[in-house]
């Protein structure tokens, strides 16, 4: 099964890198067609979205004697993380939301983001023309009040590069993306291909998508007693195609990836890095957006 349609898939691969080496606007056009698209399914939903992520506190009975574990560097302990909370209460959402509009394949891969699938319409093919699919990746990252930052930690596997494949039997490979900090710099060895060929021929250009919703704390006196969603920030990070060859984002804009969590100890090929918000907004201004809770 490894290598059964590698043939295919190796032809096909390099076509459409090419194709849109030399139409990298299609690439960004489907990036913000795929965020609207969540714009407008957390629009629709976002009554539903708050009651249920709110819900969460409300059976605080049921599980304050089997909490979740603080995870993080020196948590102060007055609150809880809300991880899971947030990944039930958009994931689910929104793969209904998927279905009900696209046409959606449940693909595997070894590794990925929280939520992914293939979504296929002929809206996508208008934009992409050689294809009408596109595989969107989304990772949710809940968030409190103290680590409410203008970034998103990724790990390698969160993130597609410039995805080489020479020969057939090599494969894909990704050259080292480089996160730049003010003091320290360190190679970000992102794991993901920028564009997938399936067995079937369906071709699916990557899209990567952080949602981070953000709680607040209620406070009786000193004490927490809720922790309500407060707002959701919605990002789109840039294929590995317009990462590393047309734009190169990379290139015109060098501190989009810094260094994240992990030290130098930790295997390479684990290393994590964070995305600036600030940079992708100067990329495109629509690639983050904000929704407030009212």
Known sequence: ??????????SEYNKSVNYYKENCSRLITIEQFVMCEIIHFIDLHLPEITRDYNEASNL???????????RGRSPVGDQYPWIEVGEQVFGNKLSRYFAAN????????????????????????????????????????????RDDFDHA????YQISGSGVWDTIDEGVKNAPIKATGKHVSHDFLCSLAPIYVLSDGT??????????????????????????????????????LLLTQAPNYIKNHPHLFFPGKDDKSKDPRKIRAR????????????????????
């Open 1 to 10: 099964m490894f290598y059964d349609y590698k043939e295919m898939q190796f």
């Open 60 to 70: 605080y009975s049921f599980w304050k004697n089997y909490p979740p574990l603080d």
């Open 102 to 145: 696209f046409r959606v394949k449940d693909s595997g891969l070894p590794s990925g983001a929280d939520d992914r699938c293939i979504i296929s319409s002929e809206r996508i093919k208008q934009i992409l023309r050689i294809t009408d699919s596109v595989w969107v990746f989304i990772d949710i990252k809940s968030a409190g009040p």
């Open 153 to 156: 930690v990724m790990s390698p």
């Open 203 to 240: 071709i699916a250009p990557l899209v990567t998508f952080a949602i981070k919703p953000v709680y607040k704390m209620i406070y009786d006196g000193e004490k927490n007693v809720g922790q309500p969603l407060s707002k959701i920030k919605i990002a789109c990070i840039p294929n590995g």
């Open 275 to 294: 995305v600036s918000f600030g940079v992708l907004k100067e990329i495109d201004d629509w690639r983050v957006k904000e929704i407030y809770i009212r």
